[in-house]
């Protein structure tokens, strides 16, 4: 009786210490993505001084085979989602993405969401007076469930 109390209270402590353990969070995002990234510049029309209507006046749309990888802070990744582009994002501990760079009037805000760990939003947008520009990205994690 004394070894399987001896047995259970060992498997007990192992276990908490295993459990007590973080794993980084940032690890299950990490890897080759395909990214789907739409631009568009809208041009704003305004009728007696407010925001009537937006005439889009370029779109194009990329799709890039690119990556996800760790960042040197804590919760940082680092997307190479198109040729030429990079960003530097943050994460919450449920997928929320927020990027400094680019904060919201007033506050630091979500710039998109991991849904489970193969697919990421991210959406960018620009008000420049007269027209608007966003970018929105869509991933697709390689070899990861749909």
Known sequence: ?????????????????FSGCDKDIRDKYIGD????????????????????ELEIIREDTIYFSGKIILGNSENELLFHYTQNDDISTFINKNGGIYVPDYPCPGSACTRGNFEGNNKVYLYFGWNYGDSIQSQSI???KKGGKK
């Open 33 to 52: 993505w395909d990214f789907i990234t739409e631009f568009k510049t809208e041009k704003c029309i305004y009728f007696d001084g407010y925001l009537h």
């Open 1 to 17: 009786m004394k070894k399987i109390t001896l047995s259970l209270a060992i498997a007990i402590v192992i276990l908490l210490f």
């Open 138 to 140: 869509i991933g697709t």
